[in-house]
Each structure stands twice: as C-alpha cells, then as structure tokens.
C-alpha cells in the first residue's frame, strides 16, 4: 500500500500521560499536514511542513502539543500531558507541490482516534 | 475571513436519483475549492477540486462539482445516487492570495442513499 499511513490507529490514555502519534506520508511528498477532527465536525488544522521545515502552526494548537518531521519523511505528533479535551481522530495529510502551488491535493492517513479517560 | 458553509447536516435521496451536497464558500480573493468524502473510521478521500477554467469539474465515482462564482457555491452532484454513496462529504476551500496553505474546512453532510 503506497498511501499514507498512520500509527496507532487507536489509542486510550489516561489524562496527563504523553502519547505520540506516528505518520508515514506517500514517498516524496513534500508537505506533510496535521489535522484534528472531532465528531460532527470537519478537520481542523494543526500544523504543516515542507519537507523538514515546520512552516506553519494553528493559534489554536497549545503548547503541550509538539510535532517533527526530522529528515523531511515521516512525521510525530506529541500531545504532553492529556486532557479530556484533546479526545479526537488525529488525521495527517501529506502532497507534492512546487513552490507557490497552493492547490495541491492533499492525501489523508486513516488517522489516529485518540480517547483520553 | 475565510469560511465554507454546509448547510444541510443529512441529505436523503433514493437509490437511482439525482443527488447534490450543497458548499458556500466566503473568500477575499478567488477560491481553490476541493470535495473530500469520508467513510466511517477511515480517513479523507479526495474526490474533485477546482481551481481555474471550466466551472464543471468532474471527480472520482461519478461525482462532479459545479463552481458559481456569483452564487459563491460549489454544490456537489451525481447524476444516479449508489447505496455505497452513503458517507460523510466534506467541501474545503482555499484562498490563492493566502501566504499560509491552511483548506478550511465545511463541517460536513451526511448522505444516506436509501435502496
């Protein structure tokens, strides 16, 4: 399967633990997306890299989450110390876009369902 | 401030029939428009975007999309709705003049093809 992929597909914690997210985008893409999505709602965006570079992260995105993309392949989400509130699908995206190409496709992973107790 | 607008939360149609999933879009400069559709615990799949030229673009599965710029619409259709059409559609939007690469995200209908 050459699509993006994304581990673990679920995953339960108890509140104030850390879990990390992985997500493998499709070999070369170049811009790798984080979204969040909760029930009844569309994805809301995270964050955003070219290639290595985190270009871009939500106002909205607290300080206890964290994301690399270390040698411009796959990608981490950290969320450090969990609240109830970060319950959500954790969806990545990965495209292939020239510079000044903000009409990329972008193409999702399965994403993570994360449940914090 | 950019926004897309869904405004039917379920959209019910018989098998055979003519569907349409109704978007809104509010942008400052001209849009690039994108139809993804998501089906239960799976991720996003692309179905269509628009982005200059012919105001009829066709996708994935038999779906088009028409684009209005006076109507600031990009309704959704399929001329003969499937069973297996049933999922979730959600339309997003992006502004060409945005120094940021953000879609911004309609919050979702759902369709329900009844046999």
């Known amino acids: ?117 | 401030a950019q926004s897309v607008a869904q405004p039917e939360d379920q959209v019910n149609v018989a098998e055979g029939n003519p569907l349409t999933v109704k978007c809104t879009y509010s942008v400052s400069g001209n849009p690039y428009l994108f139809w993804y559709v998501q089906y239960p615990n799976r991720g996003l799949q692309f179905l269509l975007k628009y982005i200059t030229g012919d105001n009829l673009v066709k996708g994935s599965y038999g779906f088009e999309a028409e684009f209005n710029k006076s109507q600031t619409s990009f309704h959704l259709k399929k001329p003969s709705a499937l069973v297996s059409d049933s999922a979730l559609y959600f339309c997003a939007v992006r502004d060409y003049r945005d120094s940021n690469y953000q879609l911004i995200w309609g919050a979702g209908t759902k369709l329900i093809i009844k046999p």
């Open chain 1, 1 to 117: 399967d050459t699509g993006v992929s994304q581990n673990p597909r679920h995953k339960i914690t108890k509140r104030g633990q850390n879990v990390t997210f992985r997500c493998d985008p499709i070999s070369e893409h170049n811009r790798l997306y984080w979204y969040r999505q909760t029930l009844g709602q569309g994805p809301e965006f995270l964050t955003y890299f070219q290639n290595e570079a985190q270009l871009e992260k939500s106002r909205l995105l607290s300080d206890r989450f964290s994301a690399e993309r270390p040698k411009g392949s796959f990608s981490t989400l950290e969320i450090q110390r969990t609240e109830q509130g970060d319950s959500a699908m954790y969806l990545c995206a990965s495209s292939l876009a020239g510079t000044g190409e903000p009409w990329e496709t972008q193409y999702f992973g399965p994403g993570t369902r994360l449940l914090v107790l």
